[in-house]
């Protein structure tokens, strides 16, 4: 292994663990809401996630409810977001 090599592979191993060391310190705000959004709505947030990731750019939106009912939640916004990719697919 030549000097390039190692020294390629030490930066890229320090950032690795720069951006888990980040990442570890991140947390969320606590939950407060009665009714969090379930399966349902994830659907749908996540059908539109091109949409949402758009405005985002341009306004103060989230791409992904917070506070939300958890698992079900999470299922559902990835089927949406396979749903769209496969209306695009098919689209073209």
Not at 15 to 43: E, K, N, R, V
Request: aromatic share 16%.
């Amino acid at each position: 292994m030549n000097a390039v090599a190692r020294h390629r592979s030490l930066v890229i191993a320090a950032s690795l663990m720069l951006a888990l060391g980040l990442a570890a310190c991140a947390h969320q705000p606590p939950a407060t809401s009665y009714d969090p959004p379930g399966f349902l709505l994830a659907l749908l947030h996540g059908y539109l996630i091109f949409f949402s990731v758009i405005g985002s750019i341009f306004l103060d939106i989230r791409i992904y409810a917070f506070p939300n009912s958890g698992f079900w939640y999470d299922i559902g916004y990835v089927i949406g977001v396979l749903g769209a990719l496969f209306t695009i697919l098919l689209a073209f």
